[in-house]
């Protein structure tokens, strides 16, 4: 077992413990607690880290956090947390991953360098699933969007729509409602999914509407967004919606893409594992909402990171030769 | 299925949703959620809430937490931000817990009172294992301790001893260094397994001196403690040493027993889950301290308690008649 890579600069020499693919709090949670272990860590992260915190207004559920605090905020705080503990973040977009001939090593190839671990932590995180209807593709960035809170304010004074009926969409939904005229939610089903204190909140809002049994066919317009296609799934039902922006809320897809084959994925392809965080592949463990069974809150993201990188450590510590003690 | 049990006062009366059984970090996830999620909660614990943390000096590990807190002090937060979103905690201690004969419902038996639920979560954590040797039962309270924030203070300028090896032991006897004259970390093995940052702190410690492959074989004192007396498992030699204290830190054990017989226990007695945090009755749960598997952290305490409280949730909603809508 070499400790070196092919190639023979910066972090491309080092044998890291573990490479932690991603900066949300999954990640930052392994990364806090590998930098007090004195693991050797790399936490490699494409957007900057943040993940989609980076995309939430309003955080008011996480434990211990009492006073209200935005998305950004709190995960700034466990990056900072992290840091002080001597564990960096490098960025770097994650594309191929491999195992070493001699399983005893992962390769992780990025857009700027190739990185050797000892062990992998899957904490890669999700993203949003889209309608696939006409229209959708053309009008991104110009009326449909997947970020309430990124493009909320371009809609002041307008009408929008809000897609999916979880708590993701409810939520959003009533975030936009104090931002932008009228607010109307389309849901397939005729009941909402989301928490109850949130669809609460949504349903005493004075400019929230709802769609019931609904679904949207296309979005319309040539350089933006001008209206909606909708179809009533019970009644079969045509209508129109005018709206200036559509927010899309139906769903995420875990980002697994790059260990597809190297690990048992369910059927949605997210990383199955056991309740220690263990994928199939004794080298590799995942954490948040990129595993199989997540209930994508940030607690639960942080506490998988916690147990992954906890038996990470264990696993490390088991192995002959062990980690180097620093 | 009936929403009163044979009793007809009070909480009695009720059918709750979901009965929490402790309230630690765990317990008070779950109940923020279950608050959020207006489920009918009842949060059980006979000690008035804050379980193992009430013991902790000092925490800088809790992800999102940048400045370091007291156990009291970060507990508190969760029990009011659970209060906030309204879930109270009862005071009473649970003795016995049944599945009615219709299998619809679990009967939590306390010392005041008789509650039932459709589905229990247990986060009643762990206790600290004894040492089982001569003069500990006897001693107790007498300079026998287990819990070094809690007794520490009575032992200003005197000598101790702390037994174990792992994170407990090492942060206790770090945190005991600063208010006695001198500890002596006792330890069967001859290195420590806490995480390397609290090793360094501890090793760096002027009046921390360690003794190495030792076990302690006895606890000397009438009244109070006097000494202690060593064996050396490798050289067999035995040796005495003079202290008026002892800090016992060697495992936990779970608070297991009143579900003996109704879940899948591991061998040594912690509950068996998925990473739903389900075990082997679809009524039941289990989340942190008290879940074999668990990394024993704040931050996997209450990312269990979140992914348990929601899976709860989940189920209860697929159930005919699902719960009512308030």
New interface residues.
């Given amino acids: 077992m070499s400790d070196t890579t092919a190639t023979d600069e910066g972090q491309e020499q080092v044998l890291q413990d573990v490479i932690i693919l991603g900066g949300g ?1 999954a990640g ?2 392994a990364g ?2 590998a ?4 693991l050797k860590t790399l936490v490699l992260d494409g957007m900057g880290g943040g993940g989609q915190l980076n995309t939430i207004d309003t955080i008011e ?6 006073e209200a605090i935005t998305g950004p905020d ?1 995960v700034d ?2 990056r ?2 992290m840091e ?2 001597g564990t960096e973040i490098t960025f770097d977009q994650a594309e191929k991953v491999t195992v070493d001939d001699d399983a005893q090593a992962i390769t992780v190839e990025g857009a700027y360098g190739k990185y050797r671990g000892r062990t992998l932590l899957l904490a890669s995180g999700a993203r949003h699933r889209h309608l696939n209807v006409p229209g959708e593709e053309k009008l991104q960035g110009r009326g449909v969007s997947y970020c309430a809170t990124c493009d909320g304010a371009f809609f002041k004074g307008q009408r929008v729509a809000v897609v999916g009926g979880g708590d993701t969409a409810v939520k959003e939904a009533v975030y936009l409602s104090r931002v932008v005229d009228h607010v109307t939610v389309i849901h397939r089903r005729d009941q909402l999914r989301a ?4 669809q609460e909140k949504a349903l005493a809002s004075e400019n929230i509407d709802f769609l019931w049994d609904s679904v949207v066919e296309s979005i319309e317009g040539e350089d933006a967004v001008t209206g909606l296609k909708i179809r009533n799934v019970k009644t079969e039902e045509k209508s129109e919606l005018t709206v200036t922006g559509v927010f899309v809320f139906v769903g995420i897809l875990p980002n697994t893409d790059i260990v597809k084959g190297l690990v048992n994925l369910d059927p949605s392809a997210f990383v199955v ?5 263990r994928t199939s592949h004794p080298r590799i463990f995942a954490a948040g909402d990129v ?5 994508r ?1 940030i ?9 992954a990188i ?2 990470i450590q264990e696993h490390l510590d088991s192995e002959t030769p062990p980690r180097e ?2």
């Fill in positions: 709090p930052f949670a806090i607690y930098g007090r272990g004195r559920n996480f434990p211990g956090q009492l709190l705080k466990m900072q947390q002080k503990f928490e109850k204190v949130i594992v056991d309740a220690d965080m595993r199989s069974g997540s209930v809150q607690a639960s993201a942080v506490g998988d990171g916690t147990t906890l038996n003690q620093s």
